[in-house]
């Protein structure tokens, strides 16, 4: 029998002496190749629905690095573009969205179309028949709260104040679309098992802007729903858990929403997160991407003290979000190989 694959074995419970590596953002404007291939698209959106191109970017950082785990090369925001909410990226200046400013407007989204999204299974496809035999394919989706922020405020916001007031004056209508992202979030993402990957990462990039009340309704109980659907379709398909900002939020987390792993960010103490979390539950992270762009001794003494602080327990190593544009291709090169040293 061919050996698990090493992802797979950490995300079925088992401590590793090397954890297995991938990058969150591993195909992206840091790489050269990538640059070239987003210059032959007329726009971002184009990219994503483009498979040829899509699964090459996939692919490169695979080439370049041998991680342990490719990560599906698309965008969040493909879900409410098949809404029917209008979708584009400005050069430069991020998503923008026609934005959601009235209840009303949340019942005129149209049904969520999953054939609309073909190429990405198409995309998945390529890659499979692709990847090298021992490394993983994780395929993904936004959480439904950070989502809907784009949705409403029409574009990326420092604090989500938009969707927030929205929340707040609108309830009824909030609920009904995190409900609506929701069951298509789980339509997605059981089509891209369906199509291939074999784990999927939750995405809620947004969550940490939430006080208390608000992060359990709408950040880690839409998680939860999405988490139980996946899993009610594809049991075995492991799920991983990124809540950016969820802080002591983890604990709970864990406890509650039934995810096989969780993603930690750069903020929180990984030795907090390994003690307050039971000891068979694989934890993703957390590398700052700013001490990846240093490089040099900072960049070891951060991996030796991330993967002391994991010692003992399943762990996968990544970044706390995701990696900079302006990171050298030779520090990535370092943090790998400084991880695979083992001991």
């Not at 439904?144 to 990326?156: K, L």
């Not at 409900?179 to 990462?201: F, M, P, T």
């Not at 659907?229 to 049991?235: E, F, L, S």
Request: proline fraction near 7%; glycine fraction near 6%; charge should be negative.
């Amino acid at each position: 029998m061919a050996e698990e694959k090493a992802l797979l074995s950490v995300l079925r419970g088992e401590a590793r002496n090397v954890p297995p590596v991938w990058l969150m953002r591993q195909a992206g404007r840091y790489l050269p190749e990538y640059r070239d291939i987003r210059a032959t698209a007329k726009n971002f959106l184009d990219f994503c629905y483009s498979p040829k191109k899509a699964a090459e970017v996939t692919l490169q950082p695979i080439r370049r690095f041998h991680f342990d785990a490719a990560i599906l090369f698309s965008d969040i925001l493909v879900v409410p573009d098949a809404m029917g909410q209008q979708v584009s990226f400005e050069s430069g200046a991020g998503p923008r969205l026609e934005r959601i400013e009235t209840p009303e407007q949340v019942e005129r989204l149209g049904a969520f179309r999953i054939e609309h999204l073909s190429p990405v299974f198409e995309t998945i496809d390529l890659v499979k028949a692709a990847l090298p035999s021992d490394v993983a394919f994780i395929g993904f989706c936004g959480a439904p709260f950070t989502v809907a922020s784009y949705m409403i405020a029409g574009q990326g916001t420092p604090d989500q104040a938009p969707a927030r007031l929205f929340a707040y004056r609108h309830a009824d209508a909030f609920a009904q679309l995190i409900d609506r992202i929701v069951a298509a979030s789980i339509d997605y993402l059981a089509r891209q098992i369906e199509a291939g990957v074999e784990v999927v990462q939750i995405f809620d990039s947004w969550a940490g802007v939430l006080p208390a009340n608000e992060f359990q309704r709408w950040s880690a109980e839409p998680v939860r729903r999405i988490v139980e659907g996946v899993k009610a379709r594809h049991p075995q398909t492991p799920v991983i858990a990124f809540v950016r900002g969820a802080d002591t939020h983890l604990t709970q987390l864990v406890k509650t929403i039934g995810a096989d792993a969780y993603g930690i960010d750069t903020a929180l103490d990984p030795a907090w997160a390994a003690a307050q979390t039971p000891a068979t539950v694989p934890l993703q992270g957390n590398l700052d991407p700013l001490v990846l762009v240093v490089g040099g001794e900072a960049l070891d003494r951060e991996v030796e003290s991330i993967r002391a602080a994991f010692k003992g327990r399943p762990h996968i190593f990544n970044l706390g979000h995701g990696i900079l544009q302006q990171t050298p291709i030779e520090n990535v090169e370092r943090l790998v190989a400084r991880v695979r040293r083992g001991g």
